[in-house]
């Protein structure tokens, strides 16, 4: 995981602990280590306030972006419009559900309820969705306008 790598990068450049930075967070110390070496995948929604916190684009943090800042329109994740948003993209590739789902490591049924808003997608899924249609992370949690990755 590329952003595991960055996130420890960042934080000790800025002279921060993990307790620190768990804090931020909200979260516990070891749950951040987790994350932070790999162990754990951290909630998209988590590595979103990490990426506000020190103003990053999650292009940026997730490895599909050398630029580290973008213009930043919304700070919040709403699933339902990322759900809109790759269904979106999935249309306009005439693309299944099944296909996606395979493509980024899940099944189906799952895959349909990020699609509907029903649950989130997980951050290691919207990194391969991403990748696989060259499409701005940003853009599909409704945090740029631009859908093209800079």
Not at 96 to 125: D, F, H, P, V, W
Request: net charge positive; hydrophobic share 30%.
């Amino acid at each position: 995981m590329y952003y595991t790598k960055l996130m420890k990068n960042i934080r000790t450049d800025k002279d921060m602990t993990q307790k620190e930075m768990a804090n931020i967070l909200n979260t516990k110390r070891t749950t951040y280590s987790g994350w932070e070496n790999g162990i754990d995948s951290i909630p998209l929604l988590k590595l979103n306030e990490f990426c506000n916190y020190f103003n990053l684009s999650l292009d940026y943090i997730c490895g599909l972006s050398k630029t580290k800042n973008t213009k930043i329109i919304k700070k919040e994740i709403d699933k339902i419009n990322v759900g809109n948003r790759l269904k979106e993209i999935r249309l306009a590739n005439n693309d299944t559900q099944e296909y996606i789902a395979t493509i980024i490591g899940t099944i189906q049924t799952n895959y349909s309820k990020y699609e509907r808003g029903e649950t989130l997608i997980l951050t290691s899924y919207i990194i391969e969705f991403a990748k696989h249609y060259n499409i701005s992370i940003d853009w599909l949690c409704g945090k740029t306008k631009d859908s093209e990755i800079k």
